[in-house]
Structure formats: structure tokens, C-alpha cells
């Protein structure tokens, strides 16, 4: 008897309030240090997880820049796809590197 096992998870969708969250503790940084290092104040950052403001794209380009997240993913809350089937981008040889294969 064989059984099929489904391994494809679901994949949760964040709003923008959680991706600023998320972007800010992947850079390990607090609140206070989010804010020192993009000029915005403490409480705009808190106002932005917490959902009660809407960012412009400079603010958004700001934060991704300095918690080093792709800027598309923060804006959008999707990566970045390449041409592949994957969604990924295709790994092409440099040159500069022997080929693995």
C-alpha cells in the first residue's frame, strides 16, 4: 500500500506591520537602533509595527537598507522570482570559479 504524503506547507502571508518586525530582528536591532540608523523616530518605527501608519517607499527603502532585507520582499511581502520554475534565480558560472557540477 503506498501512501502519498503531501511535503508542499502552507505559506503564510505578512502584512507590511510584520515584515518591518521581522526585518528589524533579522538585522538583531531594537526599535531605538532601527530608528538611529534610518533618521526616523522611535515611535514612527513602533507606528509601523503596529500597523497605524502607511509608509512611503523611501521610508520602506530606508528600513530594508538598513536591516539589509530585499526591498521588494519588505514592500510586498514577495521574493524576488527569476525566470526559473522555482521562482529563483538561475545560478550561471562566473568564470572566475571551477564548475561544479
Known sequence: MTTSIN???AIPEFELKHRVRLARE???LQQSDLAELTGLSRTAIANLERGSSDPR???ISLIAFATGVDRHWLET???PGGDEPTG?????????EPRTH
Not at 88 to 96: A, D, L, N, P, Y
Open 7 to 9: 511535503t508542499a506547507g
Open 77 to 79: 511581502g514577495k521574493t
Open 26 to 28: 533579522f538585522a538583531s
Open 57 to 59: 517607499r523611501a521610508t
Open 88 to 96: 529563483g534565480e538561475k545560478v550561471r558560472h562566473q568564470g572566475i
